[in-house]
Structure formats: structure tokens, C-alpha cells
């Protein structure tokens, strides 16, 4: 009866522990979060943009190198946190987006975070999102005294998004300036528009005889 009674504190112990949920050990073995998709952009080869009247354009060129592959980063952070990051998504919660702006564009990179990210219902659409090949431009402008000023970015960013019920394609194009604060390339002026494309499930044609074998995309823009 001793053992028993040991057995059961146990049991009951560990039921405490693991929240009252329905396997013995509950969320201490519960299975692990999914994991953010590897992305990046393929960004080509960025272009120097020189103000000065006489300017060396390979020494742009060179010069040009460090601020394109930091933003080129930036863009990169920006669009993973705002589309591929399970912790965001399936939390509806964005603020690691607004990391990437500066303090005179954060005010307005909040009023468009539906624009922005894949959106504060992305949970209840979509099991996973997965990236898809991306591109982005860059551009490297220079003050008069041959300085990096801005970098700008272009980017067409696409993943796929599959529910329960469909499978959405995800496009984001943006445009975005860049300029450096405290050592730090933030964005400071941006335009982003969506035209996400959703492919409804094809009907069951054994419950549906004669029913089509295709669906028509149809399109979901936002401004």
C-alpha cells in the first residue's frame, strides 16, 4: 500500500506540473514550435548612383559594396520576420517588423502592418508559409562629397501559404529607402503593395460528378 500510495503522489505531481494536459507529461514534452524557413533575396549586383561632378565610378562601385549588403540584410530580416517567422505569424504579433524603421517612419510602417506582414489572421488561414524565389534591387546613392547618402530597395518577395482549405500565393512588392542612423541602416520612406493570388481546392469529382478539374485563381490586393 506504501508503494502505491508513492505511485500515485507521483502521478498526480506531475499532472500539476505539465498543466492538467492530456499526456502524463503534458508541455514539458510537447512537441517543438516549427521552424523559420531559411530565406534570402536574390539580389543582383548593386548600382551606384554618384552626385558629385567629378566622381570615380569604380571607387563607387567599391564603395558601394558594405551599405548594399547590410540593407540587402535589412530587407532580408524585414521580410522573414514579417512573413516566414512562426513565432510572429501564428501570434498575429509584428513588432520585430518595426525593428527595420526608423522612428519618423515607425508611426506609419504600424498603421500598414496588414500590408506589410502576412497579417494578424495568418493563423487561422494558413499551417505553414514557405518562401519562394525573390528578388531584389538595390541602389547605392551618394552625397556631393562621394559619401554613402541612401540605398534603395526593390523587392518582389513571394511564399506560399497553405491552409486547411487552400493554398494562397503571397507577393509583396516594395519600395524602400534606407539611410543610417547611429550605425544602422533603418528605413525611412516605404511603399508596399500586395496582389496575393489564392487557388481555391479542386473539387472531389467522386462526390461531384461532372465538376471541373481546375479553379481560376482569384486576386487579393491591398494598398
Same mark, same amino acid.
Given at each position: #500500500?506504501?508503494?502505491?500510495?508513492?505511485?500515485?503522489? %507521483?502521478? %498526480? /505531481?506531475?499532472?500539476?506540473?505539465?498543466?492538467?494536459?492530456?499526456?502524463?507529461? /503534458?508541455?514539458?514534452? /510537447?512537441?517543438?514550435?516549427?521552424?523559420?524557413?531559411?530565406?534570402?533575396?536574390?539580389?543582383?549586383?548593386?548600382?551606384?548612383? =554618384?552626385?558629385?561632378?567629378?566622381?570615380?565610378?569604380?571607387?563607387?562601385?567599391?564603395?558601394?559594396?558594405?551599405?548594399?549588403?547590410?540593407?540587402?540584410?535589412?530587407?532580408?530580416?524585414?521580410? =522573414?520576420?514579417?512573413?516566414?517567422?512562426?513565432?510572429?505569424? #501564428?501570434?498575429?504579433?509584428?513588432?520585430?517588423?518595426?525593428?527595420? +524603421?526608423?522612428?519618423?517612419?515607425?508611426?506609419?510602417?504600424?498603421?500598414?502592418?496588414? %500590408?506589410? =506582414?502576412?497579417?494578424?489572421?495568418?493563423?487561422?488561414? +494558413?499551417?505553414?508559409?514557405?518562401? #519562394?524565389?525573390? =528578388?531584389?534591387?538595390?541602389?547605392?546613392? +551618394?552625397?556631393?562629397?562621394?559619401?554613402?547618402?541612401?540605398?534603395?530597395?526593390?523587392?518582389?518577395?513571394?511564399?506560399?501559404?497553405?491552409?486547411?482549405?487552400?493554398?494562397?500565393?503571397?507577393?509583396?512588392?516594395?519600395?524602400?529607402?534606407?539611410?543610417?542612423?547611429?550605425?544602422?541602416?533603418?528605413? %525611412?520612406?516605404?511603399?508596399?503593395?500586395?496582389?496575393?493570388?489564392?487557388?481555391?481546392?479542386?473539387?472531389?469529382?467522386?462526390?461531384?460528378?461532372?465538376?471541373?478539374?481546375?479553379?481560376?485563381?482569384?486576386?487579393?490586393?491591398?494598398?
Amino acid at each position: #500500500m506504501g508503494a502505491l500510495a508513492l505511485a500515485a503522489v %507521483v502521478v %498526480v /505531481g506531475v499532472v500539476m506540473l505539465s498543466g492538467g494536459d492530456v499526456g502524463p507529461l /503534458g508541455t514539458l514534452v /510537447g512537441e517543438d514550435p516549427p521552424e523559420t524557413p531559411e530565406f534570402e533575396f536574390e539580389a543582383s549586383k548593386p548600382k551606384a548612383v =554618384t552626385t558629385a561632378e567629378k566622381s570615380n565610378h569604380q571607387e563607387a562601385v567599391s564603395a558601394a559594396q558594405a551599405p548594399a549588403k547590410a540593407v540587402a540584410q535589412q530587407i532580408d530580416d524585414l521580410y =522573414t520576420a514579417a512573413f516566414l517567422d512562426p513565432s510572429n505569424w #501564428m501570434e498575429g504579433d509584428y513588432d520585430a517588423v518595426l525593428d527595420h +524603421f526608423s522612428k519618423a517612419a515607425e508611426a506609419a510602417a504600424e498603421r500598414q502592418l496588414d %500590408v506589410l =506582414t502576412a497579417g494578424p489572421a495568418a493563423s487561422d488561414a +494558413f499551417e505553414s508559409i514557405q518562401p #519562394m524565389p525573390s =528578388t531584389l534591387k538595390l541602389q547605392v546613392l +551618394f552625397d556631393p562629397s562621394g559619401a554613402p547618402h541612401a540605398v534603395e530597395g526593390s523587392a518582389k518577395f513571394q511564399a506560399r501559404g497553405t491552409g486547411a482549405d487552400a493554398q494562397v500565393l503571397l507577393i509583396s512588392k516594395g519600395q524602400f529607402v534606407f539611410e543610417k542612423s547611429d550605425g544602422e541602416w533603418l528605413i %525611412v520612406s516605404f511603399s508596399v503593395q500586395r496582389n496575393d493570388k489564392k487557388r481555391e481546392p479542386k473539387p472531389d469529382s467522386s462526390s461531384s460528378p461532372g465538376a471541373s478539374a481546375s479553379a481560376e485563381p482569384s486576386e487579393a490586393g491591398a494598398s
